[in-house]
């Protein structure tokens, strides 16, 4: 399972994590685009920004400043989404190993697992940043299979995040997209290329869809 946006209502915080930042550097808000900040990394901002309007900002400071204000709202605020408890208590039942895959670090998703008390549920978290390779890259989930001890055709990805269900795709892993209110541009590609849709996991059922995948 991907985390931010897929089982933690969170994707919204890291876009006001990292605009905190930037108005501080006199950034107006209007000048940064939504989706720009969730998708092209803190280099690809300052890029842009700094390109367009004529400034020298940093993107390591960014970056920094953005996982301070996260490593706060995982400590006190974050919630699973919707359904996301009680489909998770079904798959343990069913004695289906899951770990989550982010590219959020590792340290920042066991503070947010704890905080949200989901953290007894996986056998372990794949971070990005702790491999060097990014959840764009199929060699990621390759990785993840292989923790697990299985074949990527074996394993299925739960995200919100196109470029991450298509790099799953890729390796032969079995995706299901899932909506995300904070962050939907995608959506469209995502119902086309994803094996599954979900809108919610409120009211999913989970054992059915278990039980036909012959877990």
């Known amino acids: 399972f991907d985390m931010d946006g897929t089982l933690l209502d969170s994707q919204r915080a890291w876009y006001e994590a990292e605009m905190g930042y930037l108005r501080e550097q006199g950034v107006d808000k209007d000048e940064v685009d939504y989706e720009l900040l969730l998708t092209a990394g803190s280099q690809g901002v300052v890029d842009y920004l700094n390109d367009r309007l004529q400034l020298d900002l940093d993107a390591t400071a960014l970056r920094q400043a953005a996982l301070e204000a996260m ?14 408890r009680e489909m998770l208590d079904i798959l343990q039942g069913l004695g289906i190993p899951m770990a989550i895959g982010s590219a959020t670090p590792e340290e920042l998703c066991e503070l947010a697992l704890d905080t949200t008390k989901l953290r007894s549920y996986f056998s372990f978290v794949l971070s990005s940043s702790a491999i ?10 390759t990785v993840a299979a292989e923790r697990f001890g299985i074949r990527p055709e074996e394993l299925v990805v739960f995200d919100d995040a196109l470029l991450a269900l298509r790099a799953a795709r890729e390796v032969g892993c079995h995706t299901v997209g899932v909506k995300d209110e904070g962050y939907d541009q995608d959506e469209d590609a ?6 599954e849709f979900l809108y919610s996991f409120a009211g999913w059922q989970t054992e059915e869809w278990a039980r036909e995948q012959a877990f």
Do not use: L, M
């Not at 490593?71 to 996301?84: D, H, I, L, N, S």
């Not at 995502?190 to 094996?195: G, K, N, V």
């Open 71 to 84: 490593e706060q709202f995982y400590a006190t605020t974050v919630t699973p989404k919707e359904g996301v």
């Open 132 to 141: 060097d390779i990014d959840k764009s890259d199929a060699r990621f989930f």
């Open 190 to 195: 995502i119902r086309f290329e994803a094996d």
